[in-house]
């Protein structure tokens, strides 16, 4: 016998059988308990989304009580140490690793769309000077729409595919760009010779030099480091990237939006935020009264705790080993002592433990990300150029669900009653 849940409704005395799938009911199932045939049926209420699946999606993995994150069935261990980024990226789109020979096409396929149209160069020098890199970014990016039109034929497979290849071969491009224009340097074109990240780097930071060669190191903990944040399932950007890209919207405004909402101190912009935390903190000695001042419901620990997961973030695990690797060649960030103090008291201490609050992703990138030179302002975009692939495979995933429709969540009407239109010389002052 299936699996069902059987629901009584006491107001009617009716009962009702709900199919269980997946550990989960449908609620549009619900919709038939009613009390009279005019009343709408019953609705979930669940802000914040924090016991809703909104998709069937084969991408990715999370126990987040054990701290497991798998990539179409790939332990993220296993991708961090023996995969690149590219070939990650690959796999998270197509749902298999590449094979050599398609390993090899797809990286030439990205490497020839690296190019920005010289127009988006001329945009991008529109911003004000200190222009915060992650509002340039996600601008710019909305702006490729006017550059390919052809992006709105989003029921056309061949078309898709060749906006997922600009898109991933752009954003880094469009990210050095945004870097270099917030601190006055010249645009640096992309050098098609070097890797993914060691072309990035190259944009970033390659002066009066003819050839620029990054760091073998540095190229490859950045990689790892795009490995670890290329996607992350249901997450409020991909969540973002879906819910816009169900309105048929072109896969640049989609995207616009999920680097938006990527944006915010609780989601992308944390590392950002645990780099000022530390800063704030300042010394060893003045964790134990950042802790109680947390603890007293004052501000939050940045880079602590995660909707999902409520053991260690696995990535974390991978970006503290990969942080010591940086290290070794950019010396020790003054900060790490703070936040490795941090650490062991949270780890320790009863309100941590009991909420399980543990270090994320971000409480060791934005250390990294610093001794390898990058500005904090740079942090979440970052962050987004690996996510890209994360949420063009979603994206995709979602145009080829039969099951999915335009997303447009219910509301529960606590407001006014129905009440008539006061001309302004009548109305009382409040
Ligand atoms: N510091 C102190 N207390 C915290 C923290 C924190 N970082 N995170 C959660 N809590 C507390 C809350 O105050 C709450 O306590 P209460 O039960 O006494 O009210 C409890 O833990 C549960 O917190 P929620 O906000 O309900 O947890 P939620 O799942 O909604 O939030 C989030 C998850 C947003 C990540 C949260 O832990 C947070 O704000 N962390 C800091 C920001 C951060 O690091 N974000 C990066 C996330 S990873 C990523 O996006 C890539």
Redesign the pocket.
């Known amino acids: 016998m299936a699996d069902t849940l059987t629901i009584t409704d006491n107001r009617t005395g009716k009962q009702y059988q709900v199919p269980i799938e997946h550990g989960a009911i449908r609620a549009m199932d619900l919709r038939q308990i009613r009390t009279s045939p005019d009343d709408f049926g019953l609705m979930t209420y669940d802000p914040?989304f924090q016991n809703t699946a909104s998709c069937v999606s084969r991408i990715t993995y999370i126990d987040g009580d054990k701290g497991v994150l798998l990539y179409r069935g790939y332990p993220i261990e296993q991708l961090a140490e023996r995969s690149t980024f590219l070939e990650t990226a690959y796999l998270i789109l197509f749902g298999e690793l590449p094979t050599a020979p398609e390993l090899t096409a797809w990286t030439n396929e990205i490497t020839l769309h690296t190019m920005l149209h010289e127009n988006i160069k001329k945009l991008m020098e529109g911003f004000q000077y200190d222009a915060h890199p992650m509002g340039i970014f996600l601008s710019t990016v909305g702006a490729l729409s006017t550059i390919y039109p052809d992006a709105k034929r989003i029921q056309d497979e061949d078309v898709r595919r060749l906006q997922v290849l600009r898109l991933i071969a752009k954003v880094p491009s469009i990210a050095a760009y945004a870097y270099r224009h917030s601190i006055g340097r010249p645009y640096v074109y992309p050098d098609n010779d070097l890797s993914f990240t060691g072309n990035f780097l190259n944009m970033l930071f390659k002066m009066t030099e003819l050839k620029y060669r990054p760091h073998p190191i540095l190229e490859r903990a950045l990689d790892v480091l795009f490995i670890l944040h290329a996607d992350?399932e249901q997450?409020c950007s991909t969540s973002a990237m879906r819910g816009i890209g169900s309105s048929q919207a072109d896969p640049y405004s989609s995207l616009a939006g999920a680097a938006a909402a990527l944006y915010g101190?609780?989601?992308?912009g944390?590392n950002e935020?645990?780099l000022r935390m530390l800063k704030e903190i300042g010394s060893v000695q003045h964790v134990p009264a950042f802790i109680k001042k947390?603890k007293g419901g004052d501000g939050?620990?940045?880079?602590?705790?995660?909707?999902v997961y409520k053991s260690y973030d696995p990535r974390a695990r991978i970006i503290k080993q990969t942080a010591d690797l940086v290290f070794s060649v950019t010396g020790r960030n003054p900060l790490l002592d703070i936040a490795l103090e941090l650490e062991r008291i949270a780890l320790e201490d009863e309100y941590?433990v009991s909420?399980k609050?543990y270090p994320?992703?971000?409480f060791y990138s934005g250390l990294i990300y610093q001794a390898m030179g990058f500005p904090l302002d740079m942090f979440p975009v970052l962050f987004a150029i690996p996510r890209t692939s994360g949420w063009l495979a979603q994206w995709d995933e979602m145009l080829r669900d039969n099951e999915q429709k335009i997303a447009r969540p219910r509301q529960i009407y606590s407001g006014a009653a129905p009440r008539d239109y006061v001309p302004s010389e009548q109305r009382k002052p409040r």
């Open positions: 914040a992350h997450n101190p609780l989601h992308g944390a935020a645990v947390v939050r620990l940045m880079g602590f705790g995660h909707r941590f909420r609050l994320n992703v971000d």
